[in-house]
């Protein structure tokens, strides 16, 4: 802008040396000429801060983008945290729980083995008891010179026929 002063009243010394040769009419037209050179020039500084304040504007909103898309990357990443530690959580009780219930499967079955065994055992020893009193009482009777002939347990039926006898 002091550029265009000093422009200016170089130009007005000059036409106001020239004024007195042609008269008012060329320094009307010296006028005429400054000033629309001083609305050109001011034309460009207006445009040139225009410019400037787009830039500006530009950048401001540039940054905002950035940080919004940040804003949203972060909250999207909060997000996907809280999935995973809900499904980490999910099958460690998932785990747990199949865990407790193989314990539980486990130790029933040791239960199931252990009456079964002790069933064994029990009916072993009823079977032992058993063949001792058989063989205690064997022993009892008294003894004879004569032989005994077996006796049959089992009952003799008649042959069938193919009907059925009441």
Same mark, same amino acid.
């Given at each position: 802008?002091?550029?265009?002063?000093?422009?200016?009243?170089?130009?007005?010394?000059?036409?106001?040396?020239?004024?007195?040769?042609?008269? /008012?009419?060329?320094?009307?037209?010296?006028?005429?000429?400054?000033?629309?050179?001083?609305?050109?020039?001011?034309?460009?500084?207006?445009?040139?801060?225009?410019?400037?304040?787009?830039?500006?504007?530009?950048?401001?909103?540039?940054?905002?983008?950035?940080?919004?898309?940040? =804003?949203?990357?972060?909250?999207?990443?909060?997000?996907?945290?809280? =999935?995973?530690?809900?499904?980490?959580?999910?099958?460690?009780?998932?785990?747990?729980?199949?865990?407790?219930?193989?314990?539980?499967?486990?130790?029933?079955?040791? !239960?199931?083995?252990?009456?079964?065994?002790?069933?064994? #055992?029990?009916?072993? =020893?009823? #079977? #032992?008891?058993?063949?001792?009193?058989?063989?205690?009482?064997?022993?009892?009777? /008294?003894?004879?010179?004569?032989?005994?002939?077996?006796?049959?347990?089992?009952?003799?039926? /008649? /042959?069938?026929?193919? !009907?059925?006898?009441?």
């Amino acid at each position: 802008m002091a550029v265009c002063i000093v422009a200016l009243a170089g130009a007005v010394a000059i036409a106001g040396c020239g004024a007195a040769n042609t008269g /008012p009419k060329h320094a009307e037209q010296s006028a005429a000429e400054i000033e629309r050179t001083e609305e050109a020039a001011q034309k460009k500084q207006e445009v040139a801060e225009i410019e400037q304040d787009r830039e500006v504007l530009a950048g401001i909103e540039a940054k905002k983008r950035e940080e919004v898309a940040e =804003r949203n990357a972060k909250h999207t990443e909060a997000l996907a945290a809280a =999935r995973a530690k809900k499904k980490e959580e999910t099958a460690a009780k998932k785990a747990k729980r199949e865990e407790e219930e193989a314990e539980a499967n486990a130790k029933k079955h040791e !239960q199931l083995v252990k009456a079964e065994a002790k069933k064994q #055992r029990e009916a072993a =020893r009823k #079977r #032992r008891e058993a063949e001792k009193k058989r063989s205690s009482s064997v022993a009892q009777q /008294p003894s004879s010179k004569v032989e005994s002939s077996p006796v049959a347990t089992t009952q003799t039926q /008649p /042959p069938s026929t193919g !009907q059925v006898h009441e």
